[in-house]
């Protein structure tokens, strides 16, 4: 039968009954609260999955989590959007008070398990799955399977350092690809380039909001000079991670999600170009830049299918 996928998000939780082909039924959403701490933010997972479960039997119950966290024994570590958790035993709290197999996999590395089954990365092994957010994660298929590394951390595209004389270890941080061009690297270029009366902040304040990714890319669409400028400094630090994965891997697909992914062909097109620009000749016309088909359900739908490992 079918098993429940969890997405356990900073802001909300969402989970679902997904059957055997990737149908995704009776679907619960709520809000994370997750600054009420670890004990209040579990009984409502336990809500969202008592919800879903009343639809009838599962199998099984999968959760994507923000990370790191021990894959293995399903322990979130200390994730910078759960703040309070350390060392929670997700999976034996839920396999106690459910009475079925609870598996827990990083958020990003769930999400591209999903684009894998059911999504932009069918039948495409090895994929690089990135999603450019409010970080950058990322997840790597190899031979059927998400790789994990020897500790279940594999996999973190986004703390590749790019620029080591301001790098620092750490989420966000100066230097890595993530500190460059994730969401909020861009939401930050876009405060700073934004003068009152430019452009980017006419958007911004049109909709009662801070300059951010979004407005930039509605600004680029207007040919405005600062918004070309930010962009364009952005795919640079994209396509140099992209190429480094590509030469890595040798991937079958790269699939991007995140919200930064939304401004579609302004962002694909020119990344596409910039990164063959870096490949040895090899390494041209074996693999596409796809973007994410399933959006916000592939966390949901790949955790939800973790048993479906190595099967093919
Ligand atoms: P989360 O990290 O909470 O999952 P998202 O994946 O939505 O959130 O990523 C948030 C980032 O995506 C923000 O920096 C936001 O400005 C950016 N973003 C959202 N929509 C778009 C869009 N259409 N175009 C470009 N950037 C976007």
Redesign the pocket.
């Known amino acids: 039968p079918a098993c429940i996928g969890v997405d356990l998000?900073?802001?909300k939780i969402a989970a679902a009954r997904v059957e055997p082909n990737g149908y995704l039924t009776s679907r619960v959403r709520m809000e994370t609260r997750a600054r009420e701490g670890p004990e209040r933010v579990l009984e409502r997972i336990s809500e969202a999955i008592r919800n879903v479960m009343a639809g009838g039997e599962v199998d099984g119950i999968g959760v994507a989590s923000p990370g790191p966290l021990d894959a293995r024994t399903g322990t979130i570590l200390s994730p910078p959007n759960l703040p309070g958790w350390d060392r929670v035993p997700l999976k034996a709290e839920l396999e106690q008070k459910f009475g079925v197999p609870v598996r827990v996999e990083n958020d990003a590395n769930a999400a591209a398990w999903g684009e894998y089954l059911w999504g932009a990365g069918m039948n495409s092994d090895p994929l690089v799955y990135i999603?450019?957010?409010?970080?950058i994660g990322s997840g790597l298929v190899v031979n059927d399977r998400l790789l994990r590394g020897a500790d279940t951390f594999a996999g973190e595209l986004g703390q590749m350092v790019l620029e080591p004389s301001r790098a620092q270890g750490g989420h966000l941080r100066d230097g890595t690809l993530e500190g460059l061009a994730?969401?909020?690297a861009?939401?930050a270029l876009a405060a700073e380039a934004a003068g009152p009366g430019s452009r980017i902040w006419k958007l911004a304040e049109a909709d009662g909001e801070r300059p951010?990714?979004?407005?930039?890319?509605?600004a680029l669409k207007e040919g405005d000079p600062d918004a070309e400028a930010i962009v364009e400094k952005v795919i640079h630090y994209l396509a140099v991670g992209v190429a480094n994965a590509i030469h890595f891997l040798n991937p079958r697909r790269i699939v991007i999600?995140?919200?930064?992914?939304?401004?579609?062909d302004r962002?694909f097109t020119p990344l596409r170009e910039r990164v063959e620009e870096w490949l040895m000749p090899s390494f041209v016309g074996t693999y596409d830049i796809l973007p994410s088909a399933l959006g916000?359900d592939a966390g949901i739908l790949g955790a939800a299918a973790l048993w479906e490992e190595g099967k093919k």
Do not use: M, N, Y
């Not at 999603?131 to 970080?135: A, F, H, Y």
């Not at 951010?212 to 509605?218: G, L, M, P, S, Y």
């Open positions: 998000g900073g802001t999603t450019v957010s409010t970080g994730s969401g909020t861009i939401d951010r990714a979004e407005h930039v890319f509605a999600g995140g919200g930064v992914a939304k401004a579609g962002l916000d």
